[in-house]
Structure formats: C-alpha cells, structure tokens
C-alpha cells in the first residue's frame, strides 16, 4: 500500500515569507501528527489532527498551524519564516493517534530559510 | 513527558544479534512503548511497539521487563541496512495533550560492522 507522501521534498525561502507543507497519510489513517526535526533540539512535536480537529498542540509559537481536510490529508503552515525555522518537517498518520497502533512517517519536507 | 534513557551508540557485527536496551521509568501502565529506526535524511520508520508482553514481528522483538521500566529492542541477526539510529519513545495514553505524541531522545546510534 502507499506510505505517507510529503510534498514537497525540499523547499528554500527567504526570512518574513510563509510556507504550506502537505502531507497525504496512508489510507485509512484519521490521525495525521507534524514533528519538525533539527540538528539541535532533534525531533519536536508540533501538532496532531484528528477528522478535521486539532487534538494536540506541541510548544511551538503560533506562527506554525494547521489543518486538515476531510479526506485526512493535512496541511501545516509556518508564516513569517525565520532563519531558525530551517529544519526537516515531518508528518506521520496513524488510525487512531493513541499509541495501540504504530505511527507511519514521511520522508520529510527539508525547509532552508535564507 | 516520559522520559527514556537509551545508549547514545551501539556497535555490532553482522549476523549477530542486537540488544539495545532503553529505560522508561516513568511511563504509566498504559502507556505504548515504541520503537523506531531512522537513516539520514529520512523520517523514522517504525519498527515494532507493545504495552505489556514481548512482542515480536518480522523485524524484530520487543521485551519488556515485568515492571515496564525498561525495554530491549532486540534484532535477532544484524544486517548492514540495520544500521541506523534507534529510538525508543513512549505513547503517552492519557488523550488530551497525548494525541497522536511521541516524545524523541537522541536515541542509540547502531553501527554494524561487516
């Protein structure tokens, strides 16, 4: 079966812009969670969605958000970008976000902030 | 969040078995141990998760000691394309601010030699 497909895989930008990541989860799968991994801080959670509803948040400041549709796939925005922002962002999807099944990830979208 | 302790790196020989041990002492009774594998510039894969009983699958076997304070990922014969770097993460099940969460250390470096 298809995994969960990032897009896109790699992605620059310049201070001050806004970026949408997507993520398509496996099929079946409600849960759609975002990490955003650095060499620094490793793997953070950013946020999990469920049906269209924001469950969890992580602590990250409110220039990261998201959302889903009703087809499960999921979307995060990261608005005025700064050069800190630069990290690999990934989504995992998951029936149903609760830890009795496994997460499945992405490849990951690389953000360079210039 | 649960805190785990795992080795930061692990050296082995192919065809040999792996042990890699992480400890989670504050997990609750009904919090998911996880378990993932992760290459560079990839996401995580996930390699196999369990609440009480060991656990095993076509990758590997997952026991958890009686107490649920610790775990060992065990790879029954090492192969090069195991090496990677191991995470073990507990799923916190409590809902709420738990969703869809897995919480990341630096995990274990494994290094298989040929």
């Known amino acids: 079966k298809a995994g969960v497909t990032q897009t896109p895989r790699y992605l620059i930008k310049t201070r001050g812009q806004q970026v949408t990541l997507s993520c398509s989860p496996i099929?079946?799968?409600?849960?759609v969670s975002w990490y955003q991994q650095t060499p620094g801080q490793g793997l953070q959670f950013l946020f999990e969605y469920f049906s269209e509803t924001q469950r969890n948040k992580g602590n990250f400041p409110g220039r990261f958000s998201g959302r889903q549709f009703s087809n499960s796939r999921s979307e995060m925005n990261v608005s005025t970008l700064e050069l800190g922002d630069s990290a690999l962002y990934l989504c995992?999807?998951?029936?149903?976000?609760?830890?009795?099944?496994?997460?499945?990830f992405g490849s990951g979208t690389r953000l360079t902030v210039v | 969040d649960a805190k785990t302790t795992q080795p930061n790196s692990m050296e082995s020989n192919e065809e040999e078995p792996v042990h890699l041990p992480c400890n989670h002492s504050t997990i609750s009774g009904t919090d998911y141990i996880h378990w993932y594998r992760q290459l560079p510039s990839q996401g995580p894969e996930y390699v196999i998760h369990g609440l009480t009983s060991n656990v095993n699958n076509r990758m590997a076997s997952l026991a958890i000691a009686e107490d649920r304070k610790s775990s060992t990922l065990i790879l029954h014969r090492a192969t090069l394309r195991d090496a990677a770097v191991y995470y073990c993460?507990?799923?916190?099940?409590?809902?709420?601010?738990?969703?869809?969460?897995?919480?990341f250390g630096q995990g274990t470096i494994l290094t298989v030699h040929p």
């Open positions: 995992a999807s998951s029936r149903t976000g609760t830890g009795n099944y496994g997460y499945t």
């Open positions: 993460t507990p799923s916190i099940n409590a809902g709420g601010t738990s969703y869809g969460k897995l919480t």
């Open positions: 099929s079946g799968h409600r849960s």
